[in-house]
């Protein structure tokens, strides 16, 4: 039986009616190909079956075409998502992700692991850029950080996770909210500081004194727990009317506990989450959220390590909110 002959590149440059330069181009990750020309010559990789030979890409450009995901759990909706977009954009630069998860032998451990599999550089997934402000970095790979206060060992790409919470602390106190809670990620995150802040700061600016702080673990569990407690205290003199949540699940988790309690969302209580998770609109009664642009995220990361942007640089991406059915105005009693 004959072999079928292997497409090369004068195959897929046919096919998408280009120069084997542009396919080149494309094949090897370079930015210099605009995205409609690119489509095409992808599609055309698609239908000839031409895959990249990345040992002698390598040797043509110094470059593997692996770049690396150091992270430190994919049990939250936040990491999954953004990590989903790191491989989306890796992928569209033909380039393959090599994920490597921070067990007990710390970051260094999980950067040695990237090394091994020869990656071109490495990108940082939220919580885990925690672990590495006390650690000592690589200087051999270029470096993206998500989510980490400034530093000038590495790029850093972020949310406006402060100006996205004064946003949903701002429209709930124009709804004439007066009371509002807060339920925080983890202290140790960047994100959960920086939401918890812009909270704070919004209701301080109002002359208003914050209401409850409670912490949740990102999950709806910790956010079911964090509800419980919070609403005990509903009937107080001075009660909580409104809260804004860290993110989504646990905000799901409050949903929750106020349909157990008999609170209605949002007559008696409004709520705010953020991330904007595809789930929200179809949440009981569908989430107002602030909206994380996962995508832009997972775009500038790749970006940042595979066109060399300056350690200590910043990316800040715009956090809008979606304003939805569980915030209302609060609930005045008849005289």
Request: glycine fraction near 10%.
């Given at each position: 039986?004959?072999?079928?002959r292997?497409a090369?590149?004068?195959?897929?440059?046919e096919?998408?009616?280009?120069?084997?330069?542009?396919?080149?181009?494309?094949?090897?990750?370079?930015?210099?190909?605009?995205?409609?020309?690119?489509?095409?010559?992808?599609?055309?990789?698609?239908?000839?079956?031409?895959?990249?030979h990345?040992?002698?890409?390598?040797?043509?450009t110094g470059?593997?075409?692996?770049?690396?995901?150091v992270?430190?759990?994919?049990?939250?909706?936040?990491?999954?998502?953004l990590?989903?977009?790191?491989?989306?954009?890796?992928?569209?630069r033909?380039?393959?992700?090599?994920?490597?998860?921070?067990?007990e032998?710390?970051?260094?451990?999980?950067?040695?692991?990237l090394r091994?599999?020869?990656v071109?550089?490495?990108?940082?997934?939220?919580?885990?850029?925690?672990?590495?402000?006390?650690?000592?970095?690589?200087?051999?790979?270029?470096?993206?950080?998500?989510?980490?206060p400034p530093?000038?060992?590495?790029?850093?790409?972020?949310?406006?996770?402060?100006?996205?919470?004064?946003?949903?602390?701002?429209?709930?106190?124009?709804?004439?909210?007066?009371?509002?809670?807060?339920?925080?990620?983890?202290?140790s995150?960047?994100?959960?500081?920086?939401?918890e802040?812009?909270?704070?700061?919004?209701?301080?600016?109002?002359?208003?004194k914050?209401?409850?702080?409670?912490?949740?673990?990102?999950?709806?569990?910790?956010?079911?727990?964090?509800?419980?407690?919070l609403?005990a205290?509903?009937?107080?003199?001075?009660?909580?009317?409104?809260?804004?949540v860290?993110?989504?699940?646990?905000a799901?988790?409050?949903?929750?506990?106020a349909?157990?309690?008999?609170?209605?969302?949002?007559?008696?209580?409004?709520?705010?989450?953020?991330?904007?998770?595809?789930?929200?609109?179809?949440?009981?009664?569908?989430?107002?959220?602030?909206?994380?642009?996962?995508?832009l995220?997972?775009?500038?990361?790749?970006a940042a390590?595979?066109?060399?942007?300056?350690?200590?640089?910043?990316?800040?991406?715009?956090?809008?909110?979606?304003?939805?059915?569980?915030?209302?105005a609060p609930?005045v009693?008849?005289?």
């Amino acid at each position: 039986m004959t072999q079928q002959r292997r497409a090369s590149m004068a195959d897929v440059a046919e096919l998408a009616g280009v120069s084997t330069q542009t396919v080149s181009r494309v094949a090897n990750g370079s930015p210099r190909v605009d995205p409609v020309t690119r489509a095409r010559v992808e599609a055309a990789m698609a239908q000839a079956g031409y895959r990249v030979h990345r040992a002698a890409r390598a040797l043509r450009t110094g470059r593997t075409g692996v770049v690396g995901a150091v992270v430190s759990t994919l049990a939250t909706v936040g990491n999954s998502m953004l990590l989903e977009a790191v491989v989306d954009e890796a992928s569209a630069r033909g380039y393959a992700v090599a994920v490597a998860r921070i067990g007990e032998g710390g970051p260094a451990e999980a950067f040695e692991r990237l090394r091994d599999q020869g990656v071109d550089g490495a990108i940082v997934v939220n919580e885990a850029s925690a672990l590495l402000r006390q650690s000592e970095l690589p200087t051999d790979l270029r470096l993206a950080v998500v989510d980490s206060p400034p530093d000038d060992r590495y790029a850093g790409v972020e949310t406006a996770h402060a100006a996205g919470s004064a946003a949903a602390t701002t429209h709930l106190r124009e709804l004439g909210h007066r009371v509002i809670a807060h339920i925080g990620g983890p202290e140790s995150s960047y994100a959960a500081a920086e939401r918890e802040r812009g909270w704070r700061e919004t209701l301080a600016a109002a002359g208003l004194k914050p209401g409850a702080l409670l912490r949740g673990a990102w999950d709806s569990a910790s956010g079911y727990r964090a509800g419980l407690e919070l609403l005990a205290n509903l009937d107080a003199s001075d009660p909580v009317t409104a809260v804004v949540v860290a993110n989504d699940q646990m905000a799901l988790g409050v949903l929750r506990a106020a349909s157990e309690l008999g609170i209605l969302v949002p007559e008696q209580l409004s709520v705010v989450g953020f991330d904007d998770v595809a789930d929200a609109a179809n949440f009981t009664p569908a989430l107002t959220t602030v909206r994380q642009r996962f995508d832009l995220l997972g775009q500038r990361a790749v970006a940042a390590v595979l066109d060399g942007a300056e350690a200590g640089s910043r990316a800040v991406i715009e956090a809008p909110l979606v304003v939805r059915g569980s915030t209302g105005a609060p609930f005045v009693q008849p005289a």
